[in-house]
């Protein structure tokens, strides 16, 4: 008895090919997926660092404009002994 890896009935070659084309699509689709989603997710990082961008320049421009005597960090003027400076190390 020889074995072979191909079936050599036509019902067994069709079923075997018929599983192959079910796994070359399903792989095919999810590769198709996975670039999409990767793009997407590409593009949401893009978006989320254009809005820190703009909420880091709207601070910026907000030190820019206050009065040089009020631009000392309120930890700097605390006591070292006031519980804010400790929670925030």
């Not at 192959?20 to 198709?32: F, R």
Request: with cysteine; hydrophobic share 50%; glycine share 6%.
């Amino acid at each position: 008895m020889k074995f072979t890896l191909l079936p050599s009935s036509l019902h067994g070659r069709l079923l075997a090919a018929f599983i192959a084309v079910i796994l070359l699509t399903l792989l095919v689709v999810g590769s198709g997926v996975v670039w999409v989603v990767q793009r997407y997710r590409v593009q949401l990082a893009v978006d989320h660092f254009s809005e820190l961008a703009l909420v880091a320049s709207g601070a910026g421009r907000q030190l820019d404009r206050q009065d040089p005597s009020q631009k000392r960090s309120p930890l700097l003027s605390a006591p070292p002994w006031d519980v804010r400076t400790c929670a925030c190390w």
